[in-house]
């Protein structure tokens, strides 16, 4: 194994690790994102961890429980890219939306950005639009 494939090994390594503590799986967040750490979420302005944080809750409030999978990862340089699916059942308020009890999957891309062994910015690109088409907050077209 080349020092390249290692380090793209490494960083791979430390995104699933911080996607699972983005989602309360891995309690090391302080060891996985620098304290200069950034989230870019579409529609939303750029977020410090604390306002991350605050929106991961908001989610995991109207979602309780939920689960993900990481489909593909691949990792170039200091970037690693994810295709991911978000598990779930409405059963808590969700953006003014109450429970309506409806099983949802969120799809989404994401890319973060390693520096020196931690997660100092990611993108993220949720299907939002199709998340609230399934809790009937906005209309589906057919």
């Keep these: 194994m080349t020092t390249e494939t290692a380090s793209l090994d490494a960083n791979k390594t430390l995104v699933r ?10 309690g090391d967040a302080d060891a996985i ?3 200069e750490f950034l989230s870019h979420t579409a529609g939303q302005p750029p977020q410090d961890r604390a306002a991350f944080e605050a929106q991961l809750a908001e989610f995991g ?3 309780p429980g939920y689960r993900y999978e990481i489909h593909e990862q691949i990792a170039q340089g ?3 890219a994810n295709r991911v699916t978000w598990h779930a059942v409405h059963t808590g308020t969700f953006k003014g939306v109450a429970a309506t009890g409806r099983t949802v999957e969120l799809r989404g891309i994401n890319l973060f950005k390693v520096r020196d062994g ?3 910015e990611q993108w ?5 639009l199709g998340l609230m088409q399934q809790i009937g907050a906005i209309p589906a077209e057919r």
């Design 17 to 26: 690790r911080a996607i699972a503590a983005n989602h309360s799986a891995d």
């Design 61 to 63: 409030a109207g979602f």
């Design 118 to 120: 931690r997660i100092v």
């Design 124 to 128: 993220a690109q949720p299907d939002f």
């Design 78 to 80: 200091d970037m690693v």
């Design 33 to 35: 994102f620098a304290p």
